[in-house]
């Protein structure tokens, strides 16, 4: 079971992510910054083009259109569902520097049923 936040968690999030519906101009490239984790600091970046994630990679990416910034807790309760990103957001949890409109748009794709599914599926192969 891949740990979370590693590059074996990061691999299985795309391959779980390869059957989420095309959805025309969603693509972007997002800076994960993920502070006071078990092991420290993580950094990570999502590629996504027309909706789907194709590529994660641990490290910092210098062409993103944003970049978000989470202490670990946080993230693992967004990634796991339990915390809504726009709540999150809203009471400061989430931390975004860069192309705030492009995060915005991809609100949709992240509260449907379709990703939510994915959720669903990363979560029940992740090792908090």
Do not use: C
């Not at 569902?81 to 931390?95: E, H, T, V």
């Not at 994915?118 to 090792?127: C, E, G, M, S, Y």
């Amino acid at each position: 079971m891949p740990r979370y936040l590693t590059q074996e968690w990061l691999d299985e999030f795309v391959a779980l992510a390869a059957d989420q519906p095309l959805r025309r101009g969603a693509s972007v490239k997002i800076q994960h910054n993920v502070t006071g984790g078990p092991d420290g600091d993580v950094a990570y970046y999502w590629v996504i083009e027309e909706g789907r994630v194709v590529d994660a990679r641990l490290g910092t990416a210098d062409d993103t259109d944003f970049s978000m910034t989470t202490k670990w807790e946080d993230s693992a309760r967004l990634q796991s569902g339990d915390l809504d990103a726009r709540i999150a957001f809203m009471q400061g949890k989430i931390k975004v520097k860069g192309n705030l409109a492009k995060m915005m748009a991809l609100l949709p794709i992240t509260n449907s049923a379709e990703w939510k599914a994915l959720q669903a599926k990363v979560n029940a192969v992740t090792d908090y």
